[in-house]
């Protein structure tokens, strides 16, 4: 007799292990979460002619630093394969620009600032297995600098960038389901589009610069 039921039992808990949640999912066209991201983020730095002629400077360059950032999640379901994605945030960033100088001597202008960006994105589903699937995301994302300090007075050393930026972004994650909730760890790429160094007269931070764009590596954690 006992024997007769321990192989039943191992078939009810190979069942439970394998229940599928979440199963109307896909039967509410919007769902709604929160995010929490950390992204590592620098400058691309195209230089202009006064880093040869005028700058004693070796090397100019951006180093990856890391941010924060916290935001929601609307996503609108197309059809089986497609979705529209919207997911406002709030982020905060460090960039910098450094100078290296013979003898050891260094130089770094670094701007601190608070964005709230807007990417509409296009995401892609595999065919979900039980619990979990993958997925893909591309589209584009707004920029707006919430604490824009004054506009510094000519002549002044720091290093000055515009308010608004627009980015091309594209990612891929991975999606789980579980009992009430679903959960997805993604990685997302963003090149900015727009140039944001702005050139101020006799601002000694100008030096060697002529375009500043964005670029950004983001691991999201997703939670709907």
């Not at 040869?52 to 996503?75: E, M």
């Not at 709230?116 to 994105?121: A, E, I, M, R, S």
């Amino acid at each position: 007799m006992l024997t007769l039921l321990i192989p039943d039992l191992r078939a009810q808990s190979s069942m439970r292990y394998r229940r599928t949640h979440l199963e109307d999912y896909e039967d509410r066209t919007i769902r709604y979460g929160f995010l929490f991201a950390a992204p590592i983020t620098r400058f691309n730095i195209k230089y202009s002619d006064a880093y040869v002629n005028a700058d004693s400077a070796y090397q100019l360059y951006s180093p990856n630093k890391a941010g924060f950032r916290v935001g929601f999640i609307l996503n609108t379901i197309m059809s089986e394969r497609f979705d529209i994605r919207v997911t406002p945030a709030v982020s905060l960033y460090s960039r910098s620009v450094e100078s290296r100088y013979p003898g050891g001597a260094t130089k770094s202008e670094v701007r601190e600032s608070t964005w709230v960006d807007f990417p509409v994105l296009l995401k892609y589903k595999s065919k979900r297995r039980r619990n979990s699937r993958m997925y893909m995301v591309g589209g584009a994302s707004l920029g707006l600098e919430t604490n824009v300090r004054r506009r510094e007075v000519a002549g002044s050393s720091r290093l000055l960038t515009k308010n608004k930026d627009l980015a091309v972004e594209y990612g891929i994650g991975f999606e789980q389901f579980f009992e009430f909730f679903k959960f997805a760890p993604e990685i997302r790429f963003s090149h900015g589009l727009v140039n944001l160094f702005e050139p101020v007269q006799g601002n000694t931070a100008n030096i060697g610069l002529q375009k500043l764009r964005t670029h950004t590596v983001t691991l999201y954690l997703n939670f709907e």
